[in-house]
């Protein structure tokens, strides 16, 4: 949906990532702003994510002819792509200098809510989930899942989530 994963932080470091255009295959599915770019490898152009939960390191993407799904980005726009011509999008690529911030899944939970909940679950590894068109953050930890909480202060952005994403699991260009 649009505008479900925002940039939150960026290393002062790393200066502007800046966007990148890429092809989107051909399909009724758009992906617009604030969604993720993936690209399964040895594909020249990207798809609309179709995964409930997404981004674990298990897999990782490994570029042409491989099999794997990779992260590239977040899309800066909304695809031109429609059910019968390709496209293309932009997007701001991944890596884990840049923190994110995304809705929680179960938006009436304490960690939404109260700083010590939230505290609570700072540096475990998340997976991102998809549910009726919307991106959210689980929270239960997973050795492989492929974002990590960061600490976030929750009277400022109740019922959000800071995450980064692990470089395993990004396809960036």
């Known amino acids: 949906m649009l505008g479900d994963i925002i940039i939150y932080q960026q290393s002062s470091t790393q200066g502007g990532r800046g966007s990148r255009r890429v092809n989107v295959v051909a399909s009724a599915a758009v992906i617009y702003a604030g969604e993720p770019v993936m690209m399964v490898a040895g594909a020249s152009a990207v798809l609309p994510n179709q995964a409930t939960n997404l981004l674990t390191v298990s897999s990782p993407f490994v570029s042409y002819g491989v099999t794997g799904t990779g992260l590239l ?26 923190t994110y911030l995304l809705n929680l899944i179960a938006a009436s939970s304490a960690v939404g809510k109260t700083q010590a909940a939230y505290d609570a679950v700072v540096g475990r590894r998340v997976l991102i989930d998809l549910t009726a068109g919307t991106y959210t953050a689980l929270t239960a930890d997973s050795a492989l899942n492929g974002a990590i909480v960061q600490p976030l202060d929750v009277f400022k952005f109740p019922n959000k989530i800071a995450v980064i994403f692990r470089d395993g699991v990004s396809a960036s260009l």
Request: charged share 15%; net charge negative.
């Open 73 to 98: 980005g977040i899309a800066e726009t909304t695809s031109t792509n429609t059910a019968s011509v390709a496209g293309y999008v932009d997007y701001v690529p991944v890596d884990s200098k840049t």
